[in-house]
Structures are given as structure tokens and as C-alpha cells.
């Protein structure tokens, strides 16, 4: 699912900022869920929450992305394909 779909279907707070030199994307799952793991396959950032999992599927023109989660907030940075 993309960003878009994510949100309204899970609640999750979700937000996408574009800048002159890429993307960044949150979401935020809440502070319960600090224990999560987070990979990314093949264009997908794959989220596993205790015994729920996320699929993202990240803009086909993306490239080097990087992923980490903080206090709950899954942050996925995409720079700008040049």
C-alpha cells in the first residue's frame, strides 16, 4: 500500500515532506510500539510490530533510501533522483 492508502485504512498519523534534495516520510505508530523492526525490500519498507506487519511501497523513482524508527515514528528519507 502507499502512504496514502496507509493511513486512512490503519489511523496512523502519517505525514510526507518534499524538499529541493528529496523526501522524508513519517509515520507515527505511537509510543507503544518503540519495540519494532523495520527493513526494506525490494521498493517496500516493511514495518513488524509485535504481530502486526506493515507494507509501504516507496515511489518507484526512489533512490538510496534510508529508514529508522524512534519512539514509535517510522522516518523513511528518499533523496532526490538526479
Do not use: C, W
Amino acid at each position: 500500500m502507499t502512504l496514502d492508502q496507509f493511513t486512512p485504512e490503519e489511523g496512523q498519523v502519517a505525514r510526507r515532506y518534499d524538499y529541493d534534495d528529496g523526501t522524508v516520510m513519517a509515520v507515527d505508530f505511537g509510543t507503544e510500539q518503540a519495540d519494532a523492526s523495520v527493513d526494506i525490500v525490494d521498493g517496500t519498507v516493511i514495518v513488524v510490530l509485535a504481530d502486526d506487519q506493515y507494507e509501504i511501497e516507496l515511489p518507484a523513482d526512489a533512490t538510496n533510501p534510508h529508514t529508522f524508527m524512534k519512539n514509535g515514528v517510522l522516518t523513511v528519507e528518499l533523496e532526490e533522483n538526479r
